[in-house]
């Protein structure tokens, strides 16, 4: 596998190659995604043209969303490219070829060589990662981070030192100022539970432990107290209290979720790879099961030939898939309780997943597990069927086929085009059955993987393309800014409001309640520009006495309706 590179650097030239393909084309094309993408870029704005870098502020009032690791990314990139869309998601995109890179390297230690290179290409190409890559929030960074405090710990794991101390103390004083504390808790709890599991609890008991508190706060601590003086604690009492405490306990801006929420969201995150989930789990059970290799080829069902990376010669567990159990879990489990809840909270469970299914794969690759023929026909056929659902999916979300009805409104002509992704998938799944027949898995591994990029790469820069046409801010933006560009006009909306609107306009932003303020607002003497809905327009032009113009009409994909922009000049 991978026979033209089979040395580390060759590995690395390959995952970045597939990663930056991945992740950077197109990266700047689509407009801002509201809410997030809208007011980290827009905080980020207002942080730079203020010389600003403690507070955070969007609409240039105190922002206590996120800490400032992000921020202070997408400042440096506006400042070497410009303040745009590609600047303010470059940071993503960078973590995440890094993140990449380090799953291969995790994958070296834990494994060997093929599995760190097939885990990186199932990571990259996964489409909730490569989502998070092309998305300018914290996510990305915080994967990174978190990803790296494992790689550290790992490395100071198998050498049985405790040098790892200081250097994790680094990177989740790094994680903490990106994300908050899920940056410390969730990788302790990971450590702490798969030491516990192992019997070296102990491990932690060791002088060196306060060398890696010492290094976490003075990572982190100077900006949190900095930030807390500046605003007179107003950011840490929001953040921590409102942002972290309360999202735990109670559903916040609509995001619930029954418990099961993050196993859904798995399945649709990792799309292809999932097919490959079950028989990997059940390759698991078997070992967590603790039978002999001579017991196990006694069942009809499956007949596994243990690797010493999955066991030893008892059939216990060994520490690699501990430390994987562990860590799947834990994100998992952890915000499951959370009552708020998004597919992006678990993206740092993604690597160790992609390790996971990787082991897998290499072992079925080598012979070294072996699977019924029919669970291998269930894992193509639901890739064909997910390629099926994908091109009718497509057309119906471009209104043919009766979707405009199935998708209360929601119909997006111009997605119809695309429907042929769903064919990639079908070449791929019999690809890969054909030269699994002919047991020729290389090959099967091989096109496996050329699917799922080739895949992600299409869906990444297509279909987001032509969602994007049906966003009313960039382009409403675009025509104030060709109007005026003096400091003295004024912008509101009224009963419409989304954070890019802000970053787009490049001033604040006054968001009007009633139609009283609307009508007292476009009588100003000032130029100003309203942006309404345009079915709140027809009322609300009858009642005013001044003069006023529309300038731009455009539909909005979130609101599911027509947006008109006016001015009073």
Not at 197 to 210: E, H, I, K, T, V
Not at 252 to 263: A, D, S, T, V
Not at 458 to 484: F, N, W
């Amino acid at each position: 596998m991978f026979r033209l590179l089979q040395n580390r650097l060759g590995h690395h030239l390959l995952l970045i190659a597939v990663s930056a393909a991945l992740f950077l084309p197109g990266l700047g094309a689509p407009s801002l995604w509201d809410i997030d993408e809208g007011n980290n870029a827009e905080c980020a704005q207002e942080m730079l043209n203020a010389d600003n870098w403690i507070v955070p502020t969007f609409n240039f009032q105190l922002r206590t969303d996120k800490p400032a690791m992000l921020y202070w990314l997408q400042m440096a990139a506006y400042r070497q490219f410009g303040i745009n869309e590609f600047a303010a998601r470059l940071p993503s995109a960078l973590a995440s070829i890094l993140a990449v890179l380090l799953t291969y390297e995790l994958g070296r230690r834990l494994y060997g060589r093929c599995t760190g290179v097939l885990a990186g290409m199932i990571l990259a190409s996964a489409p909730a990662f490569c989502a998070a890559a092309h998305f300018a929030n914290p996510d990305a960074l915080l994967n990174l981070f978190t990803l790296l405090t494992f790689v550290i710990f790992w490395r100071g794991y198998i050498r049985d030192g405790s040098s790892w101390f200081a250097l994790a103390g680094i990177t989740t004083g790094l994680a903490m100022l990106t994300k908050g504390p899920v940056g410390l808790v969730l990788p302790a709890s990971v450590i702490g539970l798969f030491l516990w599991w192992s019997g070296q609890l102990n491990r932690l008991c060791d002088r060196r432990l306060l060398w890696g508190l010492l290094t976490f706060l003075l990572v982190m601590g100077p900006w949190y107290g900095w930030v807390g003086n500046d605003t007179r604690w107003e950011f840490l009492k929001g953040f921590f209290l409102k942002h972290n405490l309360d999202r735990f306990r109670a559903p916040m801006e609509g995001h619930g979720g029954p418990f099961f929420y993050y196993i859904a969201a798995l399945f649709v995150g990792l799309l292809f790879w999932a097919c490959f989930l079950g028989p990997a789990l059940w390759c698991a059970y078997l070992e967590i099961r603790k039978q002999r290799p001579g017991d196990l080829e006694k069942q009809s069902e499956i007949k596994v030939r243990w690797l010493r990376s999955w066991g030893d010669q008892f059939g216990s567990l060994s520490p690699s898939l501990r430390f994987l159990v562990c860590w799947i879990g834990v994100y998992i489990i952890f915000f499951s309780f959370s009552r708020t809840k998004l597919p992006n909270y678990i993206l740092p469970a993604y690597p160790a997943i992609a390790l996971f299914l990787a082991q897998f794969l290499n072992q079925w690759r080598r012979g070294e597990v072996e699977i019924p023929g029919w669970v291998l026909q269930v894992s193509f056929l639901l890739i064909g069927l997910i390629g099926v659902l994908i091109t009718v999916g497509l057309i119906m979300a471009g209104g043919w086929l009766g979707g405009a009805t199935l998708l209360g409104g929601r119909h997006l002509p111009g997605l119809e085009r695309w429907a042929f992704l769903g064919l990639v998938a079908l070449f791929g799944a019999t690809a890969v059955y054909w030269y699994t027949r002919l047991q020729r898995r290389n090959m099967a591994i091989g096109f496996l993987t050329g699917t799922t990029v080739l895949f992600a790469g299409l869906l990444a820069v297509g279909p987001v393309c032509a969602v994007d046409v049906y966003k009313a801010p960039r382009p409403l933006a675009a025509i104030v800014r060709e109007q005026r560009t003096d400091p003295e006009i004024r912008i509101a909306t009224y009963r419409f409001f989304q954070p890019s609107l802000v970053f787009y306009c490049g001033r604040e932003v006054i968001q009007l309640s009633d139609e009283y303020q609307a009508i007292n607002f476009l009588s100003s003497p000032l130029p100003v520009y309203l942006f309404v809905p345009a079915v709140l327009w027809d009322d609300l032009q009858v009642k005013i006495t001044g003069p006023y113009a529309l300038l731009g009409r455009h539909r909005d994909l979130y609101r599911i309706c027509d947006v008109v922009l006016i001015t009073n000049q």
